[in-house]
Structures are given as structure tokens and as C-alpha cells.
């Protein structure tokens, strides 16, 4: 049976060279770090000091000539190598190269499997290789065992301090853990008898047990879908820079290829030695595509497709058949490898790798001969519906909303023979096996549709984690297409049912018997091939345009999924980011109020703030483009934040620019966020002001229109279908070229020259857009211009948009509406700031403060030591924990005395969430002030409707925090 790896997640990580301009932007700022055991400083001109084990094939090892070597060695060197670095390797067993690693003696491992108990300790890169777990047990020996609550109180044998003992123990599973120094010592052992049981990362045992011909173990069962290691490069914590580095390098080795190189020189060899046996699973009752003959053998066309494509592999399989829904279960439980037949769908697709098809089959209706006829699935909406378990048909009846209406069975020819005997009204079968068992039984009072109703892609299916053998046998099915044999296998197996056009002499004979003049026929006969090649080429035109819309779905999924992947990653970054200028901009404005306004240094410190007020504007719009938080939820009236917009421009833009309005929607509503939305139609204005610098026309146009699925399927999936309001923005400038557009909305992506744009404006107006289930499409014409249409749901008319109340407390993020990006504006918003009364302030604060503790929770000790300076100067006692399991047992303790926990809501150990969760059931009349980098989400709003008393978002300033404490302790 063929043994393969988890395919590695690839496609979840590869970064955009633009997104990675970011993380230039961190390594230019000041990050905090311990005192003690810094990380060396960066040398660009030195190699990078690495280490690798001795013993973990293929991923890493030692060569014959003593030099590290392996797959994960190798990427380490091409990821080094394409940002112009040198890396030199030690060696050492896996406990003492990690210690070097937390030591601070080397700066990087090339394998480090991510684990929360690590992440204390270092930092990593993103994954570049997710693989499953599995369990090694001695053949003939064992044979209860296969899946992880087997191990209860069996002797498991794991190497020291690697991920499966540190899973192990997590776990929980009763087991005797022995550890030992290596994975090859563990299988040693076993085979000697000395443990029950091995559990190690699948590849390795593969390897292992091939290399050191341990012949006399096995993999016990499917993999362990709860082991999962996401194996990336490991940095010393807080050494970002080369983190940085590498995560950029390693986005070049897989955009490059040459990832995908080293993984098959790697991984290729153990992956082929496994393919010795193929096991090939199907339907045992769906002729004549497959089916066990009298003599309980597979037969069947795709039978003879797959026998042969594996020939032509040289690939030895076995061939099982089995009722549908047990073979489909046979292959969730790695029982085999890959069925022969199995019809796409997007859903399938989802868990299912496919090849490209084999065959295209028709789907019908079929009824009894004295029932109505029935042409479409409409029809079906009263009627009694036979379907078999699991099939395609059966999907579709249910995805159109037949479910109530269906009867079960467990195959097509159980649903016909229940049609024949009277019962029910119809059933979904697939035409050629319906004819097939219409003529074996003489089922002669049935009668079929003459039009499908899906007409489907047979393929071969796999699991994921097999893609690699989905790839080799569709090279296969290619090669069996070119040489002519596939044609010959169907021929042999559909000849009976192919449609028989009549004989044209035997009716020109009973023609002539008849007296029916030659040329009526020769007429009629004209007639009806013309209208046959009309309906032929009418056919060819409508799958033309279906294939067409199909790529264009697939596209638009495709761009969706990078989106969705790039916001999470942006919307990480920007959270971690806000942590950091939370440091920065606090102890700037705390060494601001110790110096003497006029000072030079005085200057320095409001040079910081201003800089860091424009870096937090960066990360809001990083935070709308991931659609990271919920703002305040009001029924909005477009028409209004249209004007107001066209209000604000006409002030700031070019004075040739001519604004045209033309609203037409007779319901401009629409439920929202006022601010966000006002934000993105006037980025969409400043852009297009942009792209006319000889002025021009700019025109907003509304209208009302009705959106059907396809549209949506097309240009935002997950928005529903209905009414819409639509919102046209037009310029008349330079337009934008078809290579550019396709990436427009990409995070720091932008042609404007440098320092005149960030490249988010466009990109928050997308996250915007997906966060009120709108949609977006753009048409431009180079040197005519560009039209953004925007389509948002429309709400009752009757709701009261001007008096709506927020359900949403209002974010911390602060609108640029007015100021945008420039530099001017946020210094005179920090001037302002800076001015106002921090007297009446700490009076008012101190008002409150006397003998008043606070209690800080948060785990950046920078951000926690920064806030605790600010609240101490306002007169308040401090108490500082760096864990929500900290904070709980200092309230436990002292609770009585605390008056205000403020809570970060995102730590290790407990989370924000949690650790409320546990003060309340210790004080129910706790007061919390909860903080994150992030913007108040579903689980802040969660915890603000259980009590929590605010909410504030880092960076925050100081008369903000002071302001908010001193509200809630005057409360």
C-alpha cells in the first residue's frame, strides 16, 4: 500500500515581495529585548552560524564526509544564499544542537518543528513543510495497535526533547514514555523488543526503517491527524532581523522552484520505494465502469484505465471494490491509496485531489413510462426522489434543496428496481449504468430523460497528502490519450451504448417501397443535418462559454484565497507591530513630559511620536485590509457620506478636476460603518484625483440594481444575493494597465514614485469592502480611465440611518479622513496632544489614584513596564504580571486590594478570554479595562457584553489611558 507524506501546506505561505517591505520597516525600529543573553549583533559580512542533527533523515543528517546535509540543510543554504548570505553547520545530536540554538551560541536550526512550548523560547518562520505523525509497532506483534488510545499503558519509545514526546505528554494517553538520544536508537530498540511502540514523524520512520533495515517493523494505521509538526527555520528570541532575512528567502526558494526541486531530490526516492503497491479502491456495483464479475473479480472500464496507466507507470496495484459509501470511508481512513472514479465538485475538491477526467457522464431522470414526464430538477419539488448514498446526485439534490423528498439507497440499481415495482416518483441515476441494468432486468416500464441533468468530470481521486501520485497517474492517463489506447478501452466498453444513426440504403429501400419520392427524402435528409450542425455549434458555443466562466470562477477563488491569506498575515503583523510602537510612543511621550518644551531634545521626542502616530496609521489600515475587528454597525446613508466626501475633496484636489454627481439610487441604505465606509469612497476619490494630474472629471453615480448568484460567485462568494446598492466611481485619467490590475488591491503594492504613497489605501478599501459583505469590481481603459463599482446590500428603508445606536463600542482607530498621510497634519495632531491640560488630567486622575491598585496583565514586559510608568506618574499603586495564569493567582492573593485589572486580551500560557472568565467567577463585580493591538473583535465585544468595563487599543497614548481609568474608577 503506498505510504506517502502529508503534502506540505505551501500555498497558506509564500509572501508577496511587497508585503515583505514591512518587515523592513520593523527592522529599522527600535525593538526591546532582556538585558542578558542579547543575540550577537548582525554582521552582513560574516556566514550565519547554524547547527544540524546528525540522525533525522532525509530532512537532516551527516554526509560520508562528516558535513551536514539534507533537505531542510539544503533550503537553509538556497534561502541564505538568494539574500547574498553564507551559512556554516555544526554538528550534534538534537537536544545539543537546540541547546546551542537557546544558548545563543548558533543563530539558526534549519528544522525546528513549531510548538507552543517553543515559542517561549525562540522565534520562527513561517512553516514550510507540515507533515503527520504516525506509530511503529513490530510486525506480527501489536496488532491492537493503531491509533493513539491503543498506547494506554504501553511502553512508547520517543526521541528526547522532540516534538512527539512533547506531544505525547500533552496528550495525555496513558503511554510509558521511555525517551532515547535519537529516532534510530528508538526503532533499535523496538525491533529488539524492547518497547511496545514508536510514535516519530512518518517520513523519518520510512526512512529509517529502509536505511538501517529494521525489516521487522510497520506502520501501525492511518496517520495521527493530531500530530501535525509544522516544521520552519528557529531564530534565538528576539534576533528579528535574521528572521526577517529568512522568511524573505524562503519566499524566493518557493516562488523560484527551488523548493519544489529539493523536495523531490529528498523525498522523491522514499516516496518511490513505497510505491512498490498501490491500492486502488472503487464501486463494486456501477457497471459497466467498474463492478466484481461472476467470479468476484474487478472489472470494468475504469478497471482496465487504471490497469493500464499503472503499466505504464510500472507501478504494481491491487484493486478493491466495495459498496460506494465504504470505499469512500476505505480512503478517509488511508485504507487505500486512490479510487479509480469519482465525480468533481468544488466541495469534493476540498477534501479530494483529482486528476483531470477520463470520462464525461450524463445524469438523468428516469420515471416510469405511465408517469408525466420530468425534464429538470424543478420538476422533482413534490415528488418522491430514489438516490444512492453518497453519490454526486446525491449532493446536487441536496445543494437545491430536495433533501426532505430523497429515499437513500445503497446503489442505482436498488433506486431503479424500487421505481419499477411502483414506488416512489423518479430517480437520479447516471444514464449508461440505468440502461445497463434497465436491460439486464427488462425493467421495460421505465423510461429516461432525453436531457441530462449534470453532466459530470470522472477522475481519479486522492487524498491531499497524495497529490504526488495524483500528479503521476494523470501523466499516465495523458499518455494512455496520445497513444490511442483509452479510445480502444471505451470502445470496448460503450460500443452497446452508443446511439445508432439509422441506415440510410434500408431507408431509401423502404422509401422506395413505400413510394415516397427520393427527393423528399434527399430533402428532409438535408434539412435535418443543417439543423443538427446549428444545435451542434449552439452546444459548442454554451461549453465554450461555460468552460470560460468556470476559469474565471476559478480565478477569482484562487485571488480571494491569496487575499484571505495575505490578511491574516498582514493582520499578524500589524497586531505584533502595535505591541511595538506601543513601547515606543509611551516612553517617547513619558520623556517628552520630562523635558523642556523648547529643548532640542524635547524636539527629538515629538519627531518620535509623530513618526510612530504615522506608523499606527499604517497598521489600522493593515488591520482594515484584514478585516481584524468590528467598528460600529449603523444603517448608513450612502448619498450622505457621498456628499460629505465630495465635500472634503473638492477642497484638497486639483482645482481642474471637475466633480460630477449623479445619484440615482431610489434606497441609498446600506448597513455599516459610517467612518469606514466615508474612509474608503474617499481613498477611491484621492487615487482617481491621482491618476489625472491635467485635470479631468471625476463622477459618483448611484443606482439600485438586483444581483444573482452567478455575479457573486464570480466577485465575492460569501455576499448574498438580492438587492444592492450600486456606487460608480469614474475618473478620466491615465488608466491602469492590464498587467497592473489584477494587483491593485494587494498590500503595498503602488506605481506612484516613492514617499508619495504606502500602497494600503486600496487595499484597506478591499478589506473594508469583504468586512460588509460588499462587493468590487474594476474596469479601466489606459488612457481613458478607470471605473471602481461597489456593491453594497441594501437595508430596509424604513430604518432610521441618522439615529441608529452603535451596538459596538467605537474603535480606538483613529480616522485619517482629514489628515491622510500627511506629515504636517499628524505633527500638529501630536502638538495638539502634547498641549492639551495634562494638569486637570492627573488632578482628575488623582482624584481617583489615592490608594487605588491596579493589577497589569500582559506579556510583553516592555509595553507592561511602559504602561505601569504612565499610571504610577498619575498616582496609582502598580502590580505587574506577565500571564493570565500570573494575573489569577495575584488576584487570588490580593484581589481584595486591586481595584482595576487592565488585561491584555493576546498572551501564552491563558489567553485574554479565559483569564476574565476566571475573575469573574472569583469577583463577579471585577472591574477589567481590556487592551489589545488588535481592534475590538467578537471576543472583546463577548466580554464587554459580560461585564468588562472598556476597552482600549494599542498604541494608546497616556492622557487616553489615564482618561479611561479614571472613568471607570470613578464609576
Known amino acids: 500500500m503506498l505510504l506517502s507524506d502529508s503534502k506540505?501546506?505551501?500555498?497558506?505561505?509564500?509572501?508577496?515581495?511587497?508585503?515583505?517591505?514591512?518587515?523592513?520597516?520593523?527592522?529599522?525600529?527600535?525593538?526591546?529585548?532582556?538585558?542578558?543573553?542579547?543575540?550577537?549583533?548582525?554582521?552582513?559580512?560574516?556566514?550565519?552560524?547554524?547547527?544540524?542533527?546528525?540522525?533525522?533523515?532525509?530532512?537532516?543528517?551527516?554526509?560520508?564526509?562528516?558535513?551536514?546535509?539534507?533537505?531542510?540543510?539544503?533550503?537553509?543554504?538556497?534561502?541564505?544564499?538568494?539574500?547574498?548570505?553564507?551559512?556554516?553547520?555544526?554538528?550534534?545530536?538534537?537536544?545539543?544542537?537546540?541547546?546551542?540554538?537557546?544558548?545563543?551560541?548558533?543563530?539558526?536550526?534549519?528544522?525546528?518543528?513549531?510548538?507552543?512550548?517553543?515559542?517561549?523560547?525562540?522565534?520562527?518562520?513561517?512553516?514550510?513543510?507540515?507533515?503527520?505523525?504516525?506509530i511503529v509497532v513490530r510486525k506480527g506483534a501489536e496488532a491492537n495497535i493503531r491509533t493513539l488510545k491503543d498506547l494506554n499503558k504501553k511502553t512508547v519509545a520517543v526521541m528526547s526533547g522532540d516534538n512527539a514526546e512533547e506531544f505525547l505528554r500533552r496528550e495525555n494517553t496513558g503511554a510509558i514514555i521511555n525517551t532515547t538520544e535519537t529516532f534510530e536508537k528508538a526503532l533499535s530498540e523496538l525491533s529488539d523488543g524492547k518497547h511496545d511502540a514508536v510514535v516519530i514523524q512518518k517520513l523519518l520512520a520510512l526512512q529509517l526503517i529502509r536505511s538501517h533495515g529494521f525489516k521487522n517493523l510497520r506502520i501501525a494505521g492511518p496517520p495521527l491527524k493530531k500530530f501535525v509538526q509544522s516544521f520552519c527555520f528557529a531564530v534565538s528570541k528576539g534576533n528579528y532581523q535574521l528572521q526577517s532575512i529568512l522568511n524573505e528567502g524562503l519566499s524566493i526558494v518557493i516562488a523560484d522552484g527551488t523548493f519544489n526541486h529539493l523536495r523531490a531530490k529528498w523525498f522523491g526516492p522514499i516516496e518511490a520505494a513505497q510505491r512498490s503497491r498501490i491500492v486502488i479502491g472503487g464501486d463494486s456495483d456501477y457497471p459497466p465502469y467498474e463492478f466484481l464479475d461472476k467470479n468476484g473479480q474487478p472489472t470494468g472500464y475504469n478497471v482496465d484505465i487504471i490497469r493500464a496507466v499503472a503499466k505504464s507507470l510500472g507501478f504494481e496495484i491491487e484493486i478493491r471494490l466495495s459498496p460506494w459509501p465504504q470505499t469512500l470511508h476505505r480512503l478517509s481512513n488511508d485504507e487505500i491509496d486512490m479510487i479509480q472514479g469519482m465525480f468533481?465538485?468544488?466541495?469534493?475538491?476540498?477534501?479530494?485531489?483529482?486528476?483531470?477526467?477520463?470520462?464525461?457522464?450524463?445524469?438523468?431522470?428516469?420515471?416510469?413510462?405511465?408517469?408525466?414526464?420530468?425534464?429538470?430538477?424543478?420538476?422533482?419539488?413534490?415528488?418522491?426522489?430514489?438516490?444512492?448514498?453518497?453519490?454526486?446526485?446525491?449532493?446536487?439534490?441536496?445543494?437545491?434543496?430536495?433533501?426532505?423528498?430523497?429515499?437513500?439507497?445503497?446503489?442505482?440499481?436498488?433506486?431503479?428496481?424500487?421505481?419499477?415495482?411502483?414506488?416512489?416518483?423518479?430517480?437520479?441515476?447516471?444514464?449508461?449504468?440505468?440502461l445497463y441494468w434497465m436491460k439486464k432486468n427488462s425493467w421495460n416500464n421505465l423510461k429516461i430523460t432525453d436531457q441530462p441533468v449534470l453532466n459530470s468530470e470522472y477522475c481519479f481521486a486522492a487524498l491531499h497528502m497524495n497529490r504526488t501520485m495524483i500528479n503521476q497517474f494523470s501523466e499516465g492517463l495523458a499518455a494512455l490519450r496520445q497513444s490511442g489506447e483509452l479510445r480502444r478501452i471505451e470502445s470496448k466498453w460503450f460500443a452497446p451504448y452508443e446511439d445508432k444513426t439509422p441506415d440510410f440504403i434500408v431507408l431509401l429501400k423502404y422509401s422506395l417501397f413505400m413510394l415516397i419520392p427520393a427527393l423528399l427524402l434527399l430533402a428532409g435528409s438535408y434539412l435535418w443535418n443543417r439543423a443538427l450542425q446549428r444545435r451542434i455549434n449552439e452546444k459548442t458555443l454554451d461549453l465554450q462559454n461555460e468552460v470560460n466562466h468556470r476559469i474565471i470562477v476559478e480565478e477569482r477563488l484562487r485571488q480571494s484565497e491569496k487575499m484571505q491569506a495575505i490578511g491574516q498575515l498582514a493582520g499578524g503583523i500589524a497586531h505584533d507591530f502595535n505591541n511595538q510602537l506601543s513601547c515606543i510612543m509611551g516612553f517617547a511621550e513619558l520623556m517628552h513630559e520630562e523635558l523642556d518644551a523648547n529643548s532640542e531634545l524635547a524636539g527629538f521626542a515629538q519627531s518620535i511620536l509623530t513618526s510612530s502616530r504615522k506608523a499606527a496609521d499604517l497598521t489600522a489600515k493593515l488591520l482594515a485590509f484584514a478585516r481584524k475587528g468590528k467598528f460600529r454597525s449603523h444603517s448608513v446613508n450612502l448619498h450622505h457620506s457621498i456628499k460629505d466626501v465630495m465635500e472634503l475633496v473638492s477642497r484638497s484636489i486639483d482645482k481642474r478636476i471637475n466633480i460630477v454627481c449623479d445619484l440615482k439610487a431610489e434606497n441609498p441604505l446600506t448597513t455599516g460603518d459610517p467612518e469606514q465606509l466615508k474612509n474608503g469612497l474617499l481613498n477611491l476619490a484621492l487615487n482617481s484625483s491621482d491618476a489625472m494630474p491635467d485635470g479631468g472629471k471625476l463622477t459618483f453615480c448611484t443606482r439600485n440594481i438586483v444581483i444573482d448568484n452567478d455575479f457573486l460567485l464570480e466577485n465575492s462568494p460569501d455576499?448574498?444575493?438580492?438587492?444592492?446598492?450600486?456606487?460608480?466611481?469614474?475618473?478620466?485619467?491615465?488608466?491602469?494597465?492590464?498587467?497592473?490590475?489584477?494587483?491593485?488591491?494587494?498590500?503595498?503594492?503602488?506605481?506612484?514614485?516613492?514617499?508619495?504613497?504606502?500602497?494600503?489605501?486600496?487595499?484597506?478599501?478591499?478589506?473594508?469592502?469583504?468586512?460588509?459583505?460588499?462587493?468590487?469590481?474594476?474596469?479601466?481603459?489606459?488612457?481613458?480611465?478607470?471605473?471602481?463599482?461597489?456593491?453594497?446590500?441594501?437595508?430596509?428603508?424604513?430604518?432610521?440611518?441618522?439615529?441608529?445606536?452603535?451596538?459596538?463600542?467605537?474603535?480606538?482607530?483613529?480616522?485619517?479622513?482629514?489628515?491622510?498621510?500627511?506629515?504636517?497634519?499628524?505633527?500638529?495632531?501630536?502638538?495638539?496632544?502634547?498641549?492639551?491640560?495634562v494638569t486637570d488630567l492627573n488632578k482628575a486622575a488623582s482624584e481617583n489614584s489615592d490608594e487605588k491598585f491596579i493589577l497589569l496583565v500582559d506579556d510583553e514586559i516592555k509595553v507592561c513596564e511602559m504602561t505601569a510608568r504612565m499610571l504610577k506618574r498619575a498616582g496609582f499603586n502598580i502590580r505587574m504580571c506577565h500571564n493570565g495564569q500570573e494575573g489569577l493567582e495575584e488576584f487570588r492573593k490580593s484581589g481584595k486590594n486591586i481595584d482595576l485589572v487592565i488585561l491584555d486580551m493576546v498572551m501564552p500560557v491563558l489567553n485574554g478570554r479565559d483569564t476574565y472568565m476566571e475573575l469573574q467567577k472569583i469577583n463577579p463585580q471585577v472591574r477589567v479595562l481590556l487592551a489589545s493591538g488588535y481592534s475590538i473583535n467578537d471576543e472583546v465585544q463577548e466580554l464587554l457584553d459580560h461585564g468588562a468595563r472598556d476597552f482600549i487599543q494599542k498604541p494608546f497614548r497616556k492622557n487616553d489611558l489615564i482618561r479611561k481609568v479614571s472613568n471607570i474608577l470613578g464609576k
Open 719 to 837: 455576499a448574498p444575493p438580492g438587492n444592492y446598492v450600486l456606487v460608480e466611481v469614474t475618473d478620466t485619467g491615465t488608466g491602469i494597465s492590464p498587467e497592473v490590475l489584477p494587483r491593485i488591491f494587494d498590500p503595498f503594492f503602488t506605481t506612484k514614485e516613492q514617499g508619495k504613497g504606502t500602497g494600503l489605501g486600496l487595499a484597506a478599501l478591499y478589506g473594508t469592502i469583504k468586512a460588509h459583505a460588499a462587493a468590487i469590481t474594476v474596469s479601466s481603459d489606459v488612457g481613458k480611465g478607470t471605473t471602481f463599482r461597489l456593491y453594497f446590500p441594501e437595508c430596509e428603508i424604513n430604518q432610521n440611518s441618522e439615529t441608529a445606536q452603535s451596538q459596538v463600542i467605537e474603535s480606538n482607530t483613529r480616522s485619517n479622513t482629514e489628515a491622510g498621510d500627511d506629515d504636517e497634519a499628524i505633527t500638529a495632531d501630536v502638538t495638539a496632544d502634547a498641549a492639551e491640560n
Open 344 to 434: 468533481y465538485s468544488m466541495e469534493r475538491e476540498k477534501i479530494f485531489d483529482f486528476s483531470p477526467p477520463h470520462s464525461l457522464i450524463n445524469h438523468v431522470i428516469v420515471t416510469r413510462k405511465s408517469s408525466p414526464d420530468l425534464q429538470n430538477l424543478e420538476d422533482l419539488r413534490s415528488k418522491s426522489i430514489f438516490v444512492m448514498d453518497q453519490d454526486i446526485m446525491h449532493d446536487l439534490a441536496k445543494e437545491r434543496g430536495l433533501e426532505n423528498q430523497l429515499f437513500i439507497v445503497g446503489n442505482q440499481e436498488i433506486a431503479l428496481k424500487m421505481l419499477s415495482e411502483g414506488k416512489g416518483d423518479c430517480a437520479l441515476v447516471a444514464r449508461i449504468p440505468a
Open 8 to 134: 506540505s501546506n505551501l500555498h497558506l505561505f509564500p509572501l508577496k515581495a511587497a508585503l515583505f517591505s514591512f518587515f523592513v520597516i520593523c527592522s529599522f525600529l527600535p525593538f526591546s529585548s532582556p538585558a542578558s543573553g542579547q543575540a550577537k549583533p548582525f554582521n552582513s559580512s560574516r556566514p550565519i552560524l547554524s547547527a544540524c542533527e546528525i540522525d533525522y533523515p532525509p530532512f537532516c543528517t551527516v554526509n560520508r564526509n562528516s558535513e551536514a546535509d539534507g533537505f531542510s540543510v539544503e533550503l537553509l543554504r538556497a534561502s541564505l544564499k538568494a539574500m547574498g548570505k553564507k551559512v556554516t553547520f555544526r554538528t550534534g545530536s538534537w537536544s545539543h544542537v537546540k541547546s546551542l540554538l537557546i544558548d545563543k551560541s548558533i543563530e539558526v536550526l534549519p528544522l525546528v518543528g513549531r510548538t507552543p512550548e517553543r515559542e517561549e523560547i525562540l522565534d520562527f518562520t513561517f512553516p514550510y513543510l507540515t507533515m503527520h505523525g504516525t
